[in-house]
C-alpha cells in the first residue's frame, strides 16, 4: 500500500483552466511538500507546509498556490495553467523529528 | 547560491560490475546528504543519506561517501544489477535551517547492460 498517494496520475488541461492535484499521506507526517521537476532536470520545491494551514513559498511559487486543510492532505493548486507548467509533479511529506523526504507517485501534467 | 551539480548525466555499466555516480555541491554549510533512485514512472525512492560529521556509510550494496574538503558526494552500488537502472539524485540540505527544504542536482540515468 502505497504511503502518499497523488491524484490524478496524469492530466491534461488548456491555458487559462484551473486545475488542483492532491497529495494524500498515511505517515502521520505533519510535514508536506511539492516539487516540480522538468525533464532533464532535478526537483525544484514549489510550496512546503509544516502543519495545518501552515504556507511557505519554494523556490518556484509563482503562478501556484496550495492548500492544506488536514493534516494528511496538501493539495496544490494552478490558478490559470500555462504550457510552461508542463511537468511532472510530485508531493513529498516528513516526520517531525527526520531528515529524509518520502515521495509519492507523482502527477504528469500536460498544459496545451 | 546553493547549487548541487552531479558529474554525468549518464552512466553505462556491465552487469557485476560496481558504479560509482558522483556529486558536487556548492554550499559549505551544508550538513544533510541523500541519494534518491527514480525509476521510470514513479517517484523517488530514499536510498541512503549521511551527515556532514560522517564520511561514509554502507548500506546493502550501496555505499555513499562525502569529502567535505571539495564538497564531493557519491554513491557507490557494488555488483550492479538489472534492476538498479534508473535516475539517481543527490539532495542536500543546505545549512542549519530545519525547514527540511532540499535542494537536488539534475540527476545521473544509469543504465545497466546484461
Known amino acids: 500500500d502505497a504511503d502518499v498517494t497523488q491524484t490524478p496520475r496524469n492530466r491534461i488541461t488548456k491555458t487559462g483552466k484551473r486545475i488542483m492535484l492532491e497529495c494524500s499521506q498515511t505517515?502521520?507526517?505533519?510535514?508536506m511538500y511539492w516539487y516540480r521537476q522538468d525533464p532533464g532536470l532535478g526537483l525544484q520545491l514549489i510550496y512546503y507546509s509544516f502543519d495545518v494551514k501552515d504556507i511557505n513559498k519554494g523556490e518556484i511559487s509563482d503562478g501556484y498556490s496550495v492548500s492544506r486543510q488536514a493534516q494528511a492532505k496538501f493539495s496544490l493548486s494552478l490558478e490559470s495553467a500555462i504550457p510552461n507548467q508542463t511537468a511532472l509533479y510530485f508531493c513529498?511529506?516528513?516526520?517531525?523529528?527526520?531528515?529524509?523526504?518520502?515521495f509519492g507517485p507523482g502527477t504528469r501534467l500536460l498544459v496545451l | 547560491g546553493e547549487n548541487v551539480g552531479l558529474h554525468l548525466p549518464t552512466l553505462s555499466v556491465q552487469e557485476g560490475d560496481n558504479s560509482i555516480i558522483n556529486c558536487a555541491y556548492s554550499?559549505?554549510?551544508?550538513?544533510?546528504f541523500i541519494w534518491y533512485k527514480q525509476e521510470s514512472g514513479k517517484g523517488p525512492q530514499f536510498i541512503i543519506d549521511i551527515r556532514s560529521n560522517m564520511d561514509k556509510r554502507q548500506g546493502q550494496r550501496v555505499t555513499v561517501l562525502l569529502n567535505k574538503t571539495v564538497k564531493h558526494l557519491s554513491l557507490q552500488i557494488a555488483a550492479t544489477q538489472p534492476g538498479d537502472s534508473a535516475v539517481y539524485f543527490c539532495a542536500m540540505a543546505p545549512g542549519s535551517s530545519n525547514t527540511g527544504k532540499l535542494i537536488f542536482g539534475q540527476g545521473t540515468t544509469l543504465q545497466v547492460k546484461p
Open positions: 505517515k502521520g507526517h505533519d510535514r
Open positions: 554550499n559549505s554549510a551544508s550538513d544533510y
Open positions: 513529498a511529506t516528513r516526520g517531525r523529528d527526520q531528515e529524509t523526504q518520502y
